[in-house]
């Protein structure tokens, strides 16, 4: 079904299957024609690609992606989509819609059982509380995935696309540009969704790194200092570290001493580099 982002389409499918929004599974479905093309394409859709999307809706997005993709495998809790979604999808014979929550399934399993051979896309319009979860939950598991273009609020952008250091950074920031390149493609108006939310968004895609510059111990101290280091963003690491990961003020010192970093420093000052020196100094020093 071509016109899905149709209001008239929109109402005409609501009626059919007495459809309602579900305000809290955040169902604001996107109306405006030129997005779900650009997010395909930009997200990596191709021929021989598998696409995993999250959170289908109508399939509007769906739809996009399926014309462009070798398969694509939508995930979509709502169980009361799926009917509809027989309907709006019935002409993409490359299609599999699960009937699940993305945060419970088994994906290392999903991308091996359905994406044999394949380069592995994920794209998603998920709503805004999830966002950062989801995504933490795709990057976190080191699956085989080239990359993840995703909706989020625009501000929401700003903070996980942020350079570091920056002033705009934050602990996902850190936790982002570690295991991805992320950057933001373009941004999308309330407008362009029905119903409409209260904020703007942003279309941002992460290119998952092949290799991680950590693992195991060493990842998780990284993580356990970032986690400190931004628990009060204006205050200097001396004293944020000290009293979030329980060691003295004058071995945070001698750590960001040994890093390079000077002792004034705050997390917002600290590229992914430097968090890493740092990390591995704080626990040398502590061990
Ligand atoms: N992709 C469609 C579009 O662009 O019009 C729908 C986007 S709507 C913002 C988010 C969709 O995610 C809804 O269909 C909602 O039911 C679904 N959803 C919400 N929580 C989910 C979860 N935990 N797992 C999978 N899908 C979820």
Redo the contacts with the bound molecule.
Sequence with gaps: MENLSNISTIREIMDRFGFQF?KS??????INPGI?PKIAEMGGAAVETGVL??????????HELAKRAKKVVA????SR?LPVLDYTLSEHKNVKVIN????KVDLHKLIEEEFQGMDVYVC????YY?TSP?IMALLEQSLPIKAVTV?VQKEAAVRLCANLPSRDCGAVTVAVRYYSEPRQLFTVSRGS?MPAPNVDSAVIRLDVKKDKPLSGDAERRLFAVVKGAFSQRRKMLCNTISSSLSVSKEQVSKALKDADIKETARAEELSLDDFIQFSNCLYQTTE
């Design positions: 579900s599974l955040g169902q604001n479905f996107l779900c999307e999250i959170g289908t809706g109508f399939g509007v997005l769906t995930v979509e809790l709502d989509l699940q929550d993305i945060l998603a319009n998920l709503p999830i989801v909706m969704f």
